[in-house]
């Protein structure tokens, strides 16, 4: 069964940085945009950052929220997805997930909270 493994949320405070990673348990994130959602209390869920299918060094497109902060990353070898998340702000606090980009996503992950507070 494929699974979703987000990890490496935790509190900063306001300017800090923190790394996210999703660990996958299949290949697909070689065959699939793969995106990093976040969703905040009340609040839908929303896509944050994505990434292209193929190779490593795929193009990437980010929300206006986080354009120039944060940037995702993947390792198919290591059936990996990053979102490194730099000038983190109050209202980056959220529970963070990754997911291929899609009508059809995989089952969600438990997913990491990111909390950013001083």
């Known amino acids: 069964q494929v699974q979703l493994v987000e990890s490496g949320g935790g509190l900063v405070q306001p300017g800090g940085s923190l790394r996210l990673s999703c660990a996958a348990s299949?290949?697909?994130?070689?065959?699939?945009?793969m995106g990093w959602y976040r969703q905040a209390p009340g609040k839908q869920r929303e896509l944050v950052a994505r990434?292209?299918?193929?190779?490593?060094?795929?193009?990437?497109d980010y929300a206006e929220s986080v354009k120039g902060r944060f940037t995702i990353s993947k390792d198919n070898g290591k059936k990996a997805v990053y979102l490194q998340m730099n000038s983190l702000k109050p209202e980056d606090t959220a529970v963070y997930y990754c997911?291929?980009?899609?009508?059809?996503?995989?089952?969600w992950g438990q997913g990491t909270q990111v909390t950013v507070s001083s």
């Open positions: 990434i292209s299918s193929g190779s490593s060094g795929g193009s990437t």
């Open positions: 997911n291929k980009v899609s009508a059809t996503p995989l089952r």
């Open positions: 299949g290949s697909f994130i070689f065959f699939n945009d």
